[in-house]
């Protein structure tokens, strides 16, 4: 198993940038590939980028491309999203997640961390 604790959420204005990090512990990083999710206030769990193991493979979500990237560094055991150009509708809790398939589906990663708050004001 491995255990995910994601940061670096927190308020920003409009047209901010906030870098998260996810700090997976229990098996190698490596192991995975993973991915971020949001969830606003009454709204379903959605998908937002995914990385391959190895990170060589990334993929987004059509409302974010271009304003987001995931990377991760599996020396470290670190996921990251550097979230730019922040809009009042990215406001959500964020979520990292592990997987053995490559995947969007939430019910397709077995490991997720506890969330980071990302509020955004016009």
């Known amino acids: 198993q491995v255990q995910l604790v994601e940061s670096g959420g927190g308020s920003v204005q409009a047209g901010g940038s906030l870098k998260l990090s996810c700090v997976a512990s229990g098996r190698t990083l490596s192991t995975y590939n993973m991915g971020w999710f949001r969830q606003a206030p009454r709204k379903e769990r959605e998908f937002v980028a995914r990385?391959?193991?190895?990170?060589?493979?990334?993929t987004y979500t059509d409302s974010v491309k271009g304003r987001l990237t995931v990377s991760r560094d599996n020396t470290k055991n670190t996921l990251y999203l550097q979230v730019n150009s922040l809009k009042p509708e990215d406001t959500a809790v964020y979520y990292c997640?592990?997987?053995?398939?490559?995947?969007?589906?939430?019910?397709?990663?077995?490991?997720w961390g506890q969330g980071t708050q990302v509020t955004v004001s016009s």
């Open positions: 997640a592990a997987s053995t398939d490559w995947a969007v589906r939430p019910d397709d990663y077995a490991y």
């Open positions: 990385i391959s193991r190895g990170g060589g493979s990334t």
